[in-house]
C-alpha cells in the first residue's frame, strides 16, 4: 500500500517565510520575490536527504552573493566579511531547518540526514535518481535563490502529492 | 549578582551565534560546544554547573536527546534546565526529548521573541524580557 505525501509549493513557501522573518529579514524589509523559474541559475547549495517512510532530498541553492548576504545575517557581519566556512555553515543550517519542517509534514517514520554543503551550481547530476516535484523560485535583493524537493525514483513507500507538475526529466 | 551561565550546543556555529546573541542580552554568560560529546567534556571540567542548555537534536558524535539522556542520569547536573531547539518538530520526537528530561522544546526555525518568551515560562528571565 503506498503513501499518499501531500508538501505543495503553499506549504515550502510558508516555511521560507518563517525562514526569512526569523533569520534573513527579521524586519521585514527584504522577503524572497517569486520568480516562479525553477531554471533560475545558482553557484552554491546545500541539502539534506529524507529517508524512511519517503525518500528525497531538499535543497537550498541561491547565488554566492546571496549566501554571502545570508551568512552574514546569521553571524551579524557584513557579508564582505563572511568566510567560506561561515558561507558552509550557513547553507547547511538553512538546508537543515527546511528539511527538518518538510520531515515533520511526511509520514512517521522518516530521518533526516546531516546536511550537505557543495560550493557549486546545483546540477541534476548530483540526483541523477531523483525528479524535482516542488519547489520555491525567487529573487532576494535581485539575488537568485531557491528551495527545491526532489524524490528519488526508486521509493516505492509512498506517492507524492504536489500542486506542481513532476519535473522529471525536464531539468 | 553573579550571572547565569548558558550553554549553546549546535553543530552550526551560525545558530550558536544567533543564541548566544539571545542570551547575551538576557544577561546570561554563555559557552558553546559543537556537539553533545564536546558539551559533555566542558561540563566534565566545569567546576560550576550552567543553569540552561540549549540543545540542538541533529548533531554528530552525539546528539541532543543522547545530551539529554546523559545530563539527566548525573546527579551533579540535575539541575541544568535542557531546551531542546530543533527542526524535529513531530509530535513523537517532542514527546521523547520531555520524556528523556528536556524541559521544554522550541522549534526551528524561531524568532528571537519566541525564545526569550520560552525562558520567560521556565522563569529563566522577567515576564516582558521581550517587550
Known amino acids: ?171 | 549578582m553573579t550571572p547565569m551561565r548558558a550553554m549553546v550546543i549546535d553543530d552550526s556555529r551560525a545558530m550558536r551565534m544567533i543564541l548566544k546573541r539571545i542570551v547575551t542580552k538576557l544577561n546570561f554568560e554563555a559557552v558553546e560546544a559543537g556537539d553533545g560529546k564536546e558539551a559533555v567534556d566542558l561540563l566534565t571540567a566545569m567546576t560550576e554547573v550552567p543553569e540552561l542548555a540549549l540543545i540542538d537534536w541533529n548533531m554528530p558524535n552525539m546528539n541532543g536527546l543522547e545530551f539529554v539522556m546523559h545530563v539527566r542520569a548525573d546527579p551533579r547536573l540535575r539541575e541544568m534546565t535542557l531546551v531542546m531547539v530543533t527542526t524535529e518538530s513531530e509530535q513523537s520526537q517532542i514527546v521523547r526529548a520531555l520524556a528523556a528530561g528536556a524541559h521544554e522544546y522550541v522549534i526551528k526555525p524561531f524568532t528571537e521573541g519566541a525564545m526569550i518568551e520560552k525562558l520567560a515560562l521556565l522563569g529563566l528571565v522577567p515576564t516582558g524580557a521581550n517587550s
Open chain 1, 1 to 171: 500500500m503506498s503513501v499518499e505525501v501531500e508538501v505543495n509549493e503553499n506549504d515550502l513557501a510558508e516555511m521560507v517565510e518563517q525562514v526569512w522573518e526569523s533569520y534573513l529579514d527579521p524586519e521585514g524589509v527584504s522577503p524572497l520575490i517569486p520568480t516562479y523559474d525553477e531554471n533560475q541559475p545558482s553557484e552554491v547549495h546545500s541539502s539534506v536527504c529524507i529517508t524512511g517512510s519517503w525518500t528525497g532530498h531538499v535543497v537550498y541553492a541561491s547565488s554566492t552573493r546571496a549566501a554571502r548576504r545570508a551568512a552574514g545575517a546569521f553571524l551579524a557581519m557584513e557579508p564582505d566579511e563572511v568566510s567560506e566556512e561561515d558561507m558552509s555553515d550557513v547553507l547547511g543550517e538553512l538546508a537543515n531547518i527546511i528539511g527538518g519542517n518538510v520531515k515533520a509534514m511526511l509520514p512517521p517514520g522518516a530521518f533526516l540526514s546531516l546536511p550537505q554543503v557543495v560550493l557549486a551550481p546545483e546540477t541534476t547530476a548530483r540526483y541523477p535518481s531523483a525528479s524535482r516535484i516542488s519547489g520555491v523560485y525567487g529573487l532576494w535583493d535581485e539575488e537568485p535563490v531557491s528551495i527545491s524537493m526532489w524524490h528519488s525514483r526508486g521509493d516505492t513507500s509512498s506517492t507524492t502529492n504536489t500542486t506542481n507538475n513532476n519535473k522529471e526529466g525536464a531539468e
